[in-house]
């Protein structure tokens, strides 16, 4: 049974801290690892995705992944009130040909409090 | 405007009724998928293509079809068989494996079944 667990939250957070969000997943062959930002009623945003264990920054974020722990995280930095939104984690596995299957978690809602 | 185009944005319909749901993409991407999200989950697959005039189905594809009869559309039928419909309905687009050829949402369609 391919699954991904997300702590539900809701997680809350002062503006300027570090919001940390953490994912697991239980196909030991997923590939691609993905957070997307979901704001209410609107449709997910890709914000960082990363393949290789370790850590990948891009601005305030920053994705870590350990294959061996089956573990992936999303830190926030200098968390704004503009993150305040549902953050999904999607695994990813290579279909035949050109696809991907993405597995979503059910989504961290993070709210951060001016 | 490169992207991808859902509509309608919301969709009323009573119960027993086929109803199409339309996804068009103007970024040449090759793969096309349809999701579902129900309130407070995550995204589930209905149905993916990777090329014109033939697709595969996803994990939740009872009660839906689909078709992919042009590169820029994947059209939807949610029918009546499909025993809980009302749902978030997104679709998305990917380019290819590749890192940084990540899979991209339209903004979705919000179908209500009474």
């Known amino acids: 049974q391919k699954e991904v667990e997300q702590n539900s939250g809701p997680l809350s957070v002062p503006e300027g801290a570090i919001a940390s969000l953490n994912c697991t997943y239980s196909d030991r062959g997923s590939q691609s690892f993905f957070w997307y930002r979901q704001y209410s009623g609107k449709s997910p945003e890709l914000i960082m995705f990363i393949y290789s264990n370790g850590d990948k920054e891009d601005g305030r974020f920053t994705a870590q992944l350990n294959k061996a722990s089956q573990y992936v995280s999303l830190l926030i930095r200098d968390s704004q009130p503009s993150d305040s939104a549902t953050y999904l984690c999607?695994?990813?596995?290579?279909?035949?040909?050109?696809?991907?299957?993405?597995?979503f978690g059910s989504g961290t809602q993070l709210t951060v409090l001016p | 405007d490169g992207g991808i185009t859902q509509s309608p944005k919301y969709l009323f319909r009573k119960e027993g009724q086929n109803v199409t749901l339309s996804c068009e993409q103007n970024l040449n991407h090759d793969a096309m998928y349809w999701y579902r999200q129900d309130p407070g989950q995550g995204l589930r697959l209905i149905y993916y293509?990777?090329?014109?005039?033939?697709?595969q189905k996803g994990d939740i594809a009872e009660g839906y079809s689909v078709s992919r009869e042009k590169k820029e559309s994947f059209p939807l039928t949610v029918t009546s068989a499909q025993k809980n419909p009302t749902a978030f309905y997104l679709c998305?687009?990917?380019?290819?494996?590749?890192?940084?050829?990540?899979?991209?949402f339209g903004p979705g369609t919000r179908l209500t079944v009474t």
């Open positions: 999607a695994v990813g596995r290579d279909l035949p040909g050109s696809a991907r299957q993405l597995t």
């Open positions: 293509s990777q090329i014109v005039n033939d697709f």
């Open positions: 998305a687009s990917s380019i290819g494996l590749a890192e940084g050829y990540e899979q991209y």
